[in-house]
């Protein structure tokens, strides 16, 4: 899926590509026995897109969309399992520990909660003063580290670029180090399979013995069990039992023991028979490779046949060392290619400039409370709330404390995570326009995560609706929500109720089945609740493209320009049989295209 946003604005603050996130799940102690692959859902597949400075990008769609997933691992909370992501243009997924929370300070996140992400025990400047404090200390580790980092990248790239000019000018170690490489990866490769061979029955093993440890009796009936255990013992004695024997008397009263006993003579039995395989083989090879060679001497050829193949063999050993021997330079090629490599180890990257960063001093107390009082008034608080506690404030007044203490180190893009779901109307609107006056000032980028498509058309430029991980419509806002061309945005506008007496009876519902997002089978997602679907629809994946002679405007769906001129209450009125309406609307609909 391609993303890329209009070309008037070519400045792109965030990438992602083909952005994937799945969440592994757990095996049974059956699927482990049983040897069955793992799975996973996958909360966000292959997402494109394209945030520029400055603007508002909008995602909608339901519950389980992906929505938040896609937000958690822009802002780096969630580790991705594929795909890429870059910021200003630096790839985000290669940052690790200091300069990943170095880089943290330009994406903040409102949370959804604002009562559970607020922690209850600090005062208001304590919550929204936090990231300056942890900013600051960010801002000593950059300046006392940053320097260091760049002798450390200078001298990995000279090495790397003396390397390769050396095998440029030796092209012999080239191809000696190209069939060292390949011979070590062979081996490699054999002792992987081996080692993992022995996982696997180490592990088969360690479920198994765990499983007969289930066997074991109850700790309350140990002692009881163990005293009825030395009463037969001593009963069987006197009996006169053989000592061998005696042992069918422990495994009576303890069947795990008998069990673990059991999987440990097979675990040892498979190594052993394992060893021997191997053996037998090596011996087997080696047998038949002297068999061979024997046999071979043995064979008598006639004078005449033995001359024509002994002149064969020569001919041959002959063309194979004129083939194997090293080419020899002349002098003067041998000195134009030395020349060329000392030009080129000119072209070394010159010396870095180290920069000088001096180290920030370690911010106060004071200076963190008056910088809260400034940052208050933004969201629209009084500084003399300083020394309250969130839970002394309504839900809009908590989600103003988030709003403020994402906005105090400044970030250039906040992804805002349903920031008004909890809200009345009126402090809806309020906190919209905050962050509509916001981004006017100081020119942060937002994902704005909502249900909320009233929100999305009053603050966001562009709009992507997602489902089951994936983006199947992008586009400017005015364009997609009004008019939407992919069948589940339609739906999904249609869906939404409107404060309109005449449609007060109508009820529109997206129907059939929500596939799983446990490894989906290939083909479109929204296949199963599409009316529109056909056989290739359950075959081939949708690619987001754009439209005809709209570029801004991209839908994944197969029979986009088809399915475009269909109204939504066509394709999703419910009453008055549903299934028939929805196929007419459709199939009118593809008559006229
Ligand atoms: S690709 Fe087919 S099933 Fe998917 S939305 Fe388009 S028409 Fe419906």
Known sequence: MSATPPAANPSPLLETEALTKYFPIVRSIAEVVGRKPGRAIHAVDGVNLVVNAGETVGLIGESGSGKTTLGWVVARLHDPTDGALRFEGKDVFALEGGELRHWRRNVQVVFQDPVGSLDPRLKVWQVVGEPLRAQNQMERWFARNEPKRVVREYRTK?????????????????????????????????????????????????VAIARADKMKPAPEDLKRVEAEYRAALERAKKAGMPPKQRQEILYQFRPDLKERNRLTNEYDAELARRTKLRTEEEKRLGKEFKVARKAAKKRKLPPEEKKRRYAEYRTFVKVARKAARKPKLPPEEKMRRYEGYRALAKTLPPPPVIPKIPVPPMISNAQIRRRVAEALPLVGLMPAILDQYPHEFSGGGRQRISLARALIVNPKLIILDEPTSALDVAVQAQILNRLVELQRERGIAYILITHNVAAVRFVADRVAVMYLGQIVELGPVREVLERPVHPYTKALLAALPVADVRRRRTRYRIGGDIPTLVDPKPGCRFAPRCPFAEDQCQLNDPVLQPRPGAPSHQVACLRAEQVAGVSPADLLQEGGGAAATLKAAASGALAAG
């Open 158 to 206: 000279v090495r790397k670029e003396r390397e390769r000019l050396r095998l440029e000018y030796r092209p012999d170690l080239k191809a000696r180090q190209f069939l060292t490489t390949e011979y070590e990866k062979g081996v490699a490769q054999r002792a992987k399979a081996r080692d993992e061979a022995r996982r696997r029955l180490d592990r088969d093993y360690e």
